[in-house]
């Protein structure tokens, strides 16, 4: 029998799984005003952050999620040069969206943040574009400054936060969706980070109505792999401004882009948009 203190292990009772890994060492570990953060050293996945006991991220995988949730969007829109993130205070998806040239001002609006400062020391490479002149990191509360944000100052919104249970929880609803519909620009898009199409169905479902319910004419749900949360697959949901067709994106670009990615193609970006059958059918009779 392995000693379990040598394993971390994310219980997710929502789904009534739970996900384990082999630990070396906890290197941090911290409540904050707002949450409990601590850092792992794992055996084989590099380093893990987890939040309330369910893992942001590892060194190994977060690739997976953070182009996800950047190339997507950036290259669904037609346009993007002004970009606001909510959360992502690790800075993983404000590193992807500073790969795009023609991106020209990035606000990243963080509650926490211990979470940034514990980033920057324990996953640097994820914060190597911090200082970039085009970022402003702001440690805020997201909602507050959603609804005080200028109204059309926006061509993408991407939340990247953790579930909707805790700090998170008023990011997925639809007083939040009107403020952010209220601040994209003509032409612009959302995009929410919406845990396990398998686990958490129920939730995406209820995303997709509260984004209607708010005004949102279109929205759509991609898949990606992501081992290191609940189930090992995970969703993002996109909602736009405009009816516009969410499935089709600047795919020409897609292929020629002028930076490096591990996980993003245009191939894959394409797959990621397929809708397993369940979910099809599900998202159909909302
Ligand atoms: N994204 C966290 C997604 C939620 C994970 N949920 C879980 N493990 N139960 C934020 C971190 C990546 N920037």
């Known amino acids: 029998m392995l000693d379990p203190r040598e394993w971390f292990t994310e219980i997710d009772e929502r789904s009534g799984s739970a996900l384990s890994y082999r630990i070396l060492d906890k290197l941090h570990e911290e409540q904050t005003p707002f949450q409990r953060i601590a850092i792992y ?4 996945w590099g380093r893990l952050m987890s939040i309330d006991g369910c893992v942001m991220l590892t060194s190994r995988d977060n690739f997976l999620y953070h182009e996800a949730m950047a190339h ?50 324990h996953f640097p490479e994820l914060c190597e574009s911090n200082g970039d002149p085009r970022a402003e990191l702001l440690f805020a509360d997201g909602i507050r400054w959603m609804a005080e944000a200028k109204a059309e100052s926006a061509d993408v919104i991407i939340v990247d936060s953790t579930d909707p249970v805790g700090p998170a929880e008023g990011l997925f ?29 129920g939730l995406i479902l209820s995303i997709h109505r509260h984004l209607r319910a ?3 004419p279109l929205t759509r749900s991609a898949c990606f792999p992501q081992p290191c949360y609940p189930s090992g697959w995970w ?39 397929a809708l397993p059958e369940f979910l099809r059918e599900a998202l159909a009779a909302i």
């Open 72 to 121: 997507i969007p950036l290259f669904t829109h037609t346009a993007p040069r002004r970009v606001v993130i909510i959360g992502g205070g690790d800075c993983g998806t404000l590193r992807e969206v500073l790969k795009h040239p023609e991106v020209e001002r990035v606000v990243q609006v963080e509650i926490d943040e211990r979470v940034t400062r514990l980033a920057e020391k």
């Open 214 to 216: 708010a005004g949102f």
């Open 173 to 201: 609803n639809e007083a939040f969706y009107r403020q952010c519909l209220r601040v994209l620009a003509p032409g612009g898009l959302f995009v929410q980070q919406s845990e396990s199409p398998i686990a958490h169905t």
């Open 235 to 273: 969703s993002l949901t996109m909602a736009a401004r405009e009816a516009q067709d969410l499935t089709r994106f600047r795919e020409d670009a897609a292929r020629s882009r002028p930076f490096p990615t591990r996980w993003y193609n245009a191939e894959v970006h394409r797959g990621a948009l």
């Open 41 to 44: 050293e794992t055996r084989d």
